[in-house]
């Protein structure tokens, strides 16, 4: 297995004007064997157009390239789709409004070989923001740590999609019927947990992907408090709907429920309490009581609030 083949699924949905950088870290690439599969998401700009004018480009790069058309289903659905068509011997999935650093595959591949006992191969990436970088890890100290399943559930370990490698041998035997749950966000969830459940994730500590900041992007824009209580809870209900479909032993998979369920409400406290929602504060204050979530501060916190509801 001296030149394995790496697929790459990369899901699209009005991206024209934002790929460019993304296909051009692909041409770029200094390893040659990559199959790449492109999901137009039912794009309603000049996506395929671009799509269709970059395939030929990977083409004669030397690349093999598939493109698949289907109606809007978000992300979820546009990676499930692609795991039906992917053939390669590793599997990784980028957004294209990314870009790789033009070793990424080739360092990878080699840590697989290299690693036989390896399942998972993850990097670190650059976070860009207004044209500033930053190592991603930086927000992720427990990188270096094996055992990650604990951690990604509470966002504690690094999600980003173009920082991973899998080997397909492994993820056939945790997803045998490579399908998940098509929900329009949680992807990368999806794709991890049930491999960090069974397997040690391996981390290189080198940036081979960035991943960019964009002004209109969903972590840029200022939030409502009502949309952050939504995303919250559609993330939880992602990471919920994943374990319910691993095979996980029923007390184990039940004090996982639990523990989540006080986590993520717990979040929808602080965000309650930061825009002084005392009804809801209180709503989740007493969902995290019951799941052993709540600290000595949020005990007087509440009692600030309900102090201030008397008076």
Same mark, same amino acid.
Request: hydrophobic share 35%; aromatic share 14%; charged share 30%.
């Given at each position: 297995? #001296? !030149?394995?083949?790496? #697929?790459?699924?990369?899901?699209?949905?009005?991206?024209?004007?934002?790929?460019?950088?993304?296909?051009?870290?692909?041409?770029?690439?200094?390893?040659?064997?990559?199959?790449?599969?492109?999901?137009?998401?039912?794009?309603?700009? $000049?996506?395929?157009?671009?799509?269709?004018?970059? %395939?030929?480009?990977?083409?004669?790069?030397?690349?093999?390239? %598939?493109?698949?058309?289907?109606?809007?289903?978000?992300?979820?659905?546009?990676?499930?789709?692609?795991?039906?068509?992917?053939?390669?011997?590793?599997?990784?999935?980028?957004?294209?409004?990314?870009?790789?650093? #033009?070793?990424?595959?080739?360092?990878?591949? %080699?840590?697989?070989?290299?690693?036989?006992?390896?399942?998972?191969?993850?990097?670190?990436?650059? !976070?860009i923001k207004n044209n500033e970088k930053r190592l991603m890890s930086l927000s992720f100290p427990r990188?270096?740590? %094996?055992?990650?399943?604990?951690?990604?559930?509470?966002?504690?370990?690094?999600?980003? #999609?173009?920082?991973?490698?899998?080997?397909?041998?492994?993820?056939?035997? /945790?997803?045998?019927?490579?399908?998940?749950?098509?929900?329009?966000?949680?992807? !990368?969830?999806?794709?991890?947990?049930?491999?960090?459940?069974?397997?040690?994730?391996?981390?290189?500590?080198?940036?081979?992907?960035?991943?960019?900041?964009?002004?209109?992007?969903?972590?840029?824009?200022?939030?409502?408090?009502?949309?952050?209580?939504?995303?919250?809870?559609?993330?939880?209900?992602?990471?919920?709907?994943?374990?319910?479909?691993? /095979?996980?032993?029923?007390?184990?998979?039940?004090?996982?429920?639990?523990?989540?369920?006080?986590?993520? !409400?717990?979040?929808?406290? /602080?965000?309650?309490?930061? /825009?002084? $929602?005392?009804?809801?504060?209180?709503?989740?204050?007493?969902?995290?009581?019951?799941?052993?979530?709540?600290?000595?501060?949020?005990?007087?916190?509440?009692?600030?609030?309900?102090?201030?509801?008397?008076?």
């Amino acid at each position: 297995m #001296s !030149n394995p083949k790496v #697929s790459l699924l990369v899901p699209c949905y009005n991206i024209a004007n934002v790929c460019e950088k993304f296909f051009e870290s692909l041409l770029n690439q200094t390893y040659d064997n990559l199959e790449i599969v492109l999901i137009n998401d039912g794009s309603n700009d $000049n996506t395929e157009d671009v799509l269709f004018e970059n %395939k030929e480009k990977l083409e004669q790069r030397g690349y093999e390239v %598939k493109y698949i058309y289907q109606e809007n289903k978000g992300l979820g659905g546009a990676i499930n789709t692609g795991l039906k068509a992917f053939t390669g011997e590793f599997l990784c999935w980028a957004d294209p409004d990314d870009f790789f650093e #033009s070793n990424s595959f080739e360092l990878r591949v %080699k840590y697989m070989i290299e690693h036989p006992d390896c399942a998972i191969v993850s990097s670190d990436a650059y !976070n860009i923001k207004n044209n500033e970088k930053r190592l991603m890890s930086l927000s992720f100290p427990r990188n270096n740590e %094996k055992r990650q399943f604990e951690l990604l559930i509470k966002k504690e370990s690094m999600f980003c #999609s173009g920082c991973h490698m899998i080997r397909v041998s492994d993820f056939d035997k /945790v997803n045998p019927d490579r399908d998940i749950f098509e929900y329009r966000r949680g992807q !990368n969830w999806q794709l991890l947990l049930p491999m960090y459940y069974t397997y040690e994730r391996h981390f290189l500590n080198v940036p081979l992907y960035n991943y960019v900041v964009y002004e209109n992007s969903m972590s840029h824009i200022e939030e409502t408090y009502e949309e952050k209580i939504q995303r919250n809870n559609e993330h939880k209900n992602v990471i919920m709907e994943t374990l319910n479909r691993m /095979v996980i032993p029923k007390s184990e998979k039940e004090s996982f429920f639990f523990d989540i369920e006080g986590f993520y !409400n717990k979040i929808n406290m /602080v965000y309650a309490y930061s /825009v002084g $929602n005392k009804a809801d504060y209180k709503k989740y204050f007493n969902i995290c009581k019951k799941h052993n979530y709540v600290s000595y501060k949020d005990y007087i916190k509440e009692f600030i609030v309900i102090f201030r509801r008397r008076n």
